[in-house]
């Protein structure tokens, strides 16, 4: 078992947070997001990887504060995710904000906005700090990846997404 995979265990089955919660899920770690439509279930899939990013407890808590970032000139920064079906676009979206932050050195502080546009391409404006910030980042993540992901649509939008740690 990883250290996140105990620390999980220790403190419950699951962490609430927002509207996705971390499982237990070998030595990866998975997110179960829900939300009430589409573009709110995108959003929640972005607030999840900021905070695996940022400040996933590790033993002591919520501990990670933007007092511990380097200071900067907070600007809003674009990524985008397209590809056949949401599935897809979905990975892709959450791997491009992993690109922005642990490659071009962007500290996420929120999503600004989710939007689809007319051929069903993702995009999300997400304000942040740019500098050499990803030393400050609690654990690296490779990726999203495709492991059992299938969106559930309905009153309730609803899927799990694993990550490549």
Aim: aromatic letters at 10%; one cysteine or more.
């Amino acid at each position: 078992m990883g250290r996140l995979t105990q620390q999980l265990i220790h403190y419950s089955s699951f962490i609430n947070v927002n509207m996705f919660r971390f499982v237990e899920h070998q030595a990866d770690i998975a997110v179960e997001l829900e939300a009430g439509d589409r573009k709110s279930l995108f959003r929640n899939g972005l607030e999840a990887v900021i905070a695996l990013l940022t400040g996933v407890p590790d033993g002591e808590g919520w501990e990670r504060t933007l007092e511990e970032i380097p200071k900067g000139k907070e600007d809003i920064f674009s990524i985008k995710g397209d590809g056949y079906d949401d599935e897809e676009r979905l990975v892709n979206l959450l791997n491009e904000l992993l690109n922005a932050c642990q490659i071009d050195g962007w500290w996420p502080l929120e999503v600004e906005s989710v939007n689809f546009s007319y051929d069903d391409t993702v995009r999300a404006w997400i304000l942040g700090v740019r500098g050499q910030v990803n030393r400050y980042f609690v654990r690296e993540i490779k990726a999203a990846t495709y492991h059992n992901l299938k969106i559930d649509t309905g009153a309730i939008w609803r899927t799990k997404v694993v990550f490549d740690v």
